[in-house]
């Protein structure tokens, strides 16, 4: 006999709840890998994280700093993101793969993700404008530490613009 100490880390979709009241789940394996269970919703109920997840894997796969062009952080933002942070994660690959300099543009996204620089917007996508909007303000305006002249650059509208947006929001 050899001792085992194993820890099991199991991910999905579904509502295993739910499955095993309808009989599709088995509820002593469901009882038995239930132990602590952590809930992380949607990519698309999390438009706060895109901007800094795309970043990131940005940086990852360029090897250095990459700026998103306002275009494209338009179409990341207005994307539903149905894969979540894979798909996102692979469409920043792509895009630092097809990228020749050090921004992405909408044309170096997949072509699901830049269908709204196309003028593929949707009127789902359309409702969600403003939303989106004001989550590009708030991440670049993070990205540079407050400073409205710097972000309003990066977004590329003016400082008085900006500030107009910001007291919108």
Known sequence: AVRVDTRLLAATNRDLGKEVLEGRFRDDLYYRI???ELIVPPLVERQEDILPLARRFAAEFAGGPVRLSPQA???????RWPG????LRN?????????RGDVVLPEHL?????ALAAGGVTAAAAGRLSQM???AILATLEECSGNRTQAAK?????RRALIYK???I
């Open 110 to 114: 997949p072509p699901k993700v830049a």
């Open 91 to 99: 469409a920043i690959q792509r895009s630092c793969l097809l990228c």
């Open 154 to 158: 990066k977004l590329g509208i003016s």
């Open 73 to 79: 952080i338009q179409c990341l933002l207005a994307h």
């Open 133 to 135: 909007e004001r989550a």
């Open 84 to 87: 979540n942070v894979r798909e």
């Open 166 to 168: 910001l007291r919108a």
């Open 34 to 36: 239930n132990v602590i």
